[in-house]
């Protein structure tokens, strides 16, 4: 494993957060009244759009793994489809663990589906660009000693701790403080984010400071 | 000889049970109280202190006032009299404030601000301590010294109206009364009415003393609609025109006798923001209090701004005003606007009876009270006014006199205030040595066993320790339930992707796993899952053409593995939103109330019918022929029972006739559970004593186990019983297809037990509230107030989640033949789970004790710690005898 490898992860990591970053500017420019609280639904669904280009971009630019060689136009249609497929089934399977975990059933529906949204986004996004529309590789890549690379490594550090943020933002709901962003689901969304972000900063630092223990398969 | 952990863990439960005890006897404070007993009538009041010559005045002084009226209103807050509510609908009293003969307050209540307590404060001038709340759920008769009885002896004649809660607190005290419930809420305007029907006919007879009349229909506006709903407007125009013909028929009375009356205006609590009370807000302890009599000097005063005073004020003035010794445990000192216009003599007497009343109860309630300021201040004042007396008997009419007189008075005053002050503050105050006993016992104890604790997942480790953090903010304290169900909601998703995980990936660093992965056609995945039985007929084909065998044996399995965390996921999500509970969701509709509203009852009966039904399909398995039928006719008899007292409807019968107690079918019930009971404890024994085989046991275990279902059955609302279902269900499934398959270790297993016990505690409808205890339970087939049954009955029907969890562990435990120890290990741990909050609890109560909700949160979950810890420790010694039997066996 080359030091090159973990920069060119680092660069991408860095791209992805400062991506986050545009999506709480940029819109203020465009839009009235903007903020992430106040109109938190279309902060949501900007954010979203921005870290699927994000990370759409740099799976065309910096393609982390060249395996699949076949080409054909048909193949490559199939392929988007059911990431578009896979992508919305994450979406509903999360907005129903939410539901089962307490989230209201009738109410607030768009919010409870815009917070599958945004995880999904974190979590299934980046899995789609790496390991394609493959359930085998995402179950490898999740079980135990089962990275190839630092690039599914990462993978798998920045989607557990979008995950454990997601469930840690879920802690301040029931206090009593009464601030706006207590309400179903901002903390949760923020907590996602936080997590990604988190993720995505410490994923480069620990494979940099474990690569002399980390040894992959293929490399 | 090495004492098993198992029964080590118990014995230390029990040295911590005791630790508690003692803990609970600290924090929670004697109430102030004079030790001398109330039936003792024979004590002369103080006499009038004198230097040297005796002073000819023993006798108590005459009454100010020949007629008392009491209209306490109600969850009557203070802005609504000296408000711009006030001004808007009550002119008449805010007239009377302005620029009649009358003195206006703002009585303070003290939390926790609810009818019963605070009308003990305004008769006794007492402090109810925080214990006195939950020892008088049933609102027995008040057993200190009152106003009330103090009038009674005196021969006053009391007429009562309002509140039933004064007609039990004061039996046989009024020659005439007609309580009204406040037990229906949404009736507004006929509680008042039967008040207000019996006033012109007793105002023209004028054969009473004093009359009290208790108004309820504010306060259940408040818990509809809120303080600012337009119905308030209403109620208060109502409350002033009664209070104004009150008054106008009191004035023309005065006439005739010449003699003054008094008119007082009082609310018990205040109203929040939300239109509750209970708490301690601001808007829930500011009360009015208004004295309107003639014999009061018309000033116009400035009355947009009351004097703060406390509620408990009024039992001394009252008791002054009537002429009667002030009650014994009072700590309240007497309004002194309401004697300024007497003569000074009389002045300081009554205020020196105020004084001495207060500075005996400091004797007798502080070891060092010379020391204390206020005492000092009294003897002093004392003295003083044994000079004034020889004075004014030596018929010295001179300024010295005036000016001496005054100055006595600035004395008393303010060692009123003194020993007022500093007897308020003693109830307060902990008792901070048995605290610290306590929490050393109880800590003594937790530290044991954390050495023998090893292989329990991160996530429980992580979960046990996130709840006992969370529970140093009172609202984790307050929304525990959220807690919970967020733990067991990420346990089941945790369980799912360990099924999935070895399921898809054979894990083959876990052989302990019954799943076997086999990867057959190259590039397709076709897994298997083999029982252990399976598994075994078929190794030897195993690797040819076995897998198509044990695919179609296995495929069903396959998919209920899979499935069943998601299935707990799905009940739990349903027990939910059966009964919302805590402080914020409280208000909100759920099912429960749905389902217990009268035009819903066919639904409920056939909800209850069907889980009934679930209860019995679920339970019987294990059961002997004989506890089968008596399961089944045992659950009958429930569904009687709920019928009998009008719960339900018989499909056969849909117009019930008359609603009884249902004694005879609740009877008839727990023969069957104390039959059940005695059958599985028998087989217990009998597999002890003549080493029977194994399966006595278990089935013995089973029946216990089933005879508490059904007394649970018995005890939960219908509109419960679902959950108990549910309960059984989730049992089933975690057995069947993730605690065997995935084989879990003891340890594991007894925490997923614990929290399932703990989040099916808060699925029943409980929460760290005291008022959401269901008392009912406690009287299912009682003729009368029983103490200890009903006291069992109350705590079995609250607990039932936790017991039954823990009781189906025991069995669950000890049908594993597999490791001897299991059941001891898993005491053990059940021990050292349920201690770790409690003695983490106990310190950050501790540390939190001048918290400002620690009466409202805190206590409450103290009281229901320590409950439960009483019971974990019963049940660990259930688990170590159930050990024992299984020990002398083997």
Known sequence: MKDTDIKRLLYTHLLCIFSIFLSTFIPSFFLDNFSILETHLTWLGICSVFVTAVNLMLYLVVKPNVSSKRSSLSH????????????????????????????????????????????????????????????????????????????????????????????????????DWERPWQVWPISCTLGATFGYVAGLVISPLWIYRNRKQLTYKNN | MRLSSGAFAASCIAIEVVGVAIFLRG?????????????????????????G?????????????????????????????????????????????????????????????????????????????????????????????????????????MIFYGDETWVKLFPKHFIEYDGTTSFFVSDYTEVDNNVTRHLDEVLKRGDWDMLILHYLGLDHIGHISGPHSPLIGRKLSEMDSILMKIHTSLLAKE????????????????????????????????????????????????????????????????????????????????????????????????????????????????????????????????????????????????????????KVLRQYLSALKTLSLSLSTQVAQYDIYSMVVGTAVVLENAAHPSSGWSEVDLLLLLGTVGHVL????????????????????????????????????????????????????????????????????????????????????????????LASPWLVLACCRMLRSLNQTGVQGAHRPDFSHWLTSSEHKVQLSGLAALSLLVIFMLVQRGCSLVSKAALALGLLGVFCYRAAIGNVLFPWQPDNKGISKGIVEARFVYVFVLGILFTGTK???????????????????????????????????????????????????????????????????????????????????????????????????????????????????????????????????SSEASSGSALSRACFCYALICSVPVATYIILVTSLRYHLFIWSVFSPKLLYEGMHLLITAVLCAVFTATDQTGRTKS
């Open chain 2, 255 to 406: 006439r005739e006798t010449l003699s003054p009356s008094l008119l007082i205006v009082c609310g018990d609590h205040g109203m929040s923001e939300t239109g509750s009370h209970g708490a301690s807000s601001t808007e829930e302890v500011s009360t009015p209090l208004i004295l309107i009599s003639s014999a009061f000097e018309r000033k116009p005063g400035d009355s947009r701004h009351p004097k703060r005073v406390q509620q408990t004020d009024l039992a001394a003035t009252l008791a002054i005003g009537l002429g009667l010794p002030i009650p014994k445990d009072n700590v309240g000192s007497l309004l002194f606007p309401v004697i300024e216009e007497k003569p000074m003599r009389e002045q300081l007497r009554f205020l020196h009876l105020n004084t001495v009343q207060l500075s005996k109860l400091l004797q007798e309630n502080v070891p060092s009270y010379e020391k204390d300021p206020g005492f000092e201040q009294f003897k002093m004042a004392e003295r003083l006014h044994g000079n004034w007396v020889k004075l004014h008997l030596e018929e010295n009419h001179s300024d010295i006199l005036v000016g001496l007189g005054t």
């Open chain 1, 76 to 175: 490559k249609v199939t392929r988007v489809l059911k990431c578009c497929i896979y992508f919305l089934m994450s979406c509903f399977l999360l907005h129903v663990v939410f539901v089962l975990y307490g989230a209201p059933l009738t109410e607030l529906v768009l919010e409870t589906f815009l917070f599958a949204v945004i995880l999904s986004t974190y979590t299934t996004v980046p899995c789609l660009c790496l390991l394609g529309p493959n359930l085998r590789a995402w179950l490898r890549v999740f079980s135990r000693n089962g990275v190839t690379s630092i690039w599914e490594n990462s993978l798998q550090i920045t989607t557990i701790s979008s995950f454990v943020g997601a469930w840690l933002g879920a802690f301040p709901i029931p206090l």
């Open chain 2, 53 to 157: 010559a005796s002073s000819n005045w023993t006798k108590l002084p005459p009454p100010l006032f020949s007629k008392v009226v009491i209209v306490l209103i109600d969850a009557l807050r203070d802005d609504f009299v000296f408000g711009s509510k006030g001004v808007k609908y009550m002119p008449y009293i805010s007239y009377l404030i302005e620029k009649g003969s009358s003195h206006g307050f703002v009585a303070e209540a003290k939390p926790p601000t609810v009818t019963m307590p605070r009308i003990k404060a305004l008769m006794t001038g007492s402090l109810p301590g925080f214990v006195d709340v939950v020892r008088n759920l049933n609102s027995p008769a008040l057993l200190e010294d009152n106003v009330i009885r103090q009038a009674k002896s005196a021969g006053k004649r």
């Open chain 2, 27 to 51: 924090f929670f404070p004697a109430p102030v109280r004079s030790s001398a007993p109330t039936e003792q009538r024979a004590e002369t009041p103080a006499p009038e202190p004198a230097a």
């Open chain 2, 683 to 813: 087989a217990l024994l009998k597999s002890q004593v003549i080493a029977a085989d194994f399966k006595t046991k278990t089935v013995g275990l089973w029946e216990i186990y089933s005879g508490l279902v059904l007394l649970a059955a018995l005890l939960l609302r219908p509109h419960n019983l679902p959950v108990l279902a549910f309960s059984l269900l989730i049992q089933m499934i975690m057995t069947k297809f993730i605690w065997k398959p995935l084989r879990h270790d003891a340890a594991e297993i007894t925490v997923m037990h614990y929290w399932f016990g703990q989040a099916f505690f808060y699925f029943q409808g409980n929460s760290n509230n005291i008022a959401t205890i269901d008392i009912s339970a406690g009287f299912i087939g009682l003729d009368a107030y029983m103490e200890v049954p009903a006291t069992f009955l109350t705590v079995f029907g609250t607990y039932v989640g936790p017991v039954l969890w823990a009781s189906h562990l025991v069995h669950f435990l």
């Open chain 2, 470 to 561: 969370s529970l140093g903010a009172s609202s984790f304290v307050e929304e525990e339930h959220q807690t919970w169900y967020f733990l067991v909601n990420t346990l089941c998703l945790a369980l799912s992707q360990e099924t999935c995980r070895s399921y898809f990936l054979g894990d083959d660093c876990e052989p302990q796993h019954h799943f076997h992965v086999e990867q057959g056609c190259e590039g397709v995945l076709t897994h298997t899952l083999q029982d252990s039985t399976v598994c075994n007929n078929f190794k030897p084909n195993r690797a040819g053409k076995g897998p198509s065998l044990s695919e179609a044996h296995g495929g069903c399995k396959w998919w209920t593995v």
